[in-house]
T-cell receptor, first 113, second 114 residues
Framework: AQSVTQLGSHVSVSEGALVLLRCNYS??????LFWYVQYPNQGLQLLLK??????LVKGINGFEAEFKKSETSFHLTKPSAHMSDAAEYFC???????????FGAGTRLTVKP | DVKVTQSSRYLVKRTGEKVFLECVQD?????MFWYRQDPGLGLRLIYF???????EKGDIPEGYSVSREKKERFSLILESASTNQTSMYLC?????????????FGEGSRLTVL
């Protein structure tokens, strides 16, 4: 079965600083990988997804993630944090032939002025 | 705009009560899911359905059941609510396997069991 591990339950950065949220996955078959964002009192929204095309994936709001098979990682980055990026971020994994998706425990991002 | 709608945003129930959480999607998606979200644990899959009247257990099905009588509607049922089922419940839908599998989520139902 597939799984993901998010390193760091809380990450705090200053406005304008680099954002790096870490995700490692475990999968016996080629994975599909996703990052979702959740703002307070809302459901999850898709930020970006990797589906075996380009290894560097660009998403909404200036976020991007790089799939590294050798490291089994899919870390999320943004060059310059904005106050509006404060939210909880979830990494998730699924497969081409799977109906289900598995999520990490989440990382809460705080952006300081 | 695509939409997944959960019938109740906030519910308060008593121990032993039967609880229905309903979810409707307007995207004609084959797959529907119920997740439970708890701090520090992320989202855990309770049940999913890949077709009308079809269901599969997820990682934490104990104490829950589901119903899918129509393609657009997927209900989560707590037969006898307990305090350890106090949580946020998220419904989602997606296209079938063999596609990109992106999930579309509702806004969540926060259940408190007293």
């Amino acid at each position: 079965a597939q799984s993901v591990t998010q390193l760091g339950s809380h990450v705090s950065v200053s406005e304008g600083a680099l954002v790096l949220l870490r995700c490692n996955y475990s999968s016996s078959v080629p994975p599909y990988l996703f990052w979702y964002v959740q703002y307070p009192n809302q459901g999850l929204q898709l930020l970006l997804k990797y589906t075996s095309a380009a290894t560097l994936v660009k998403g909404i709001n200036g976020f991007e993630a790089e799939f590294k098979k050798s490291e089994t990682s899919f870390h999320l980055t943004k060059p310059s944090a904005h106050m509006s990026d404060a939210a909880e971020y979830f990494c998730a994994v699924s497969h081409y032939n799977n109906n289900d998706m598995r999520f990490g425990a989440g990382t809460r991002l705080t952006v300081k002025p | 705009d695509v939409k997944v709608t959960q019938s109740s945003r906030y519910l308060v129930k008593r121990t032993g009560e039967k609880v229905f959480l309903e979810c409707v999607q307007d995207m004609d998606h084959e797959n529907m899911f119920w997740y439970r979200q708890d701090p520090g644990l992320g989202l855990r899959l309770i049940y999913f359905s890949y077709d009308v009247k079809m269901k599969e257990k997820g990682d934490i099905p104990e104490g829950y059941s589901v119903s899918r009588e129509k393609k657009e509607r997927f209900s989560l049922i707590l037969e006898s609510a307990s305090t350890n089922q106090t949580s946020m419940y998220l419904c989602a839908s997606s296209l079938p396997s063999g596609t990109y599998g992106e999930l579309f989520f509702g806004e969540g139902s926060r259940l408190t069991v007293l």
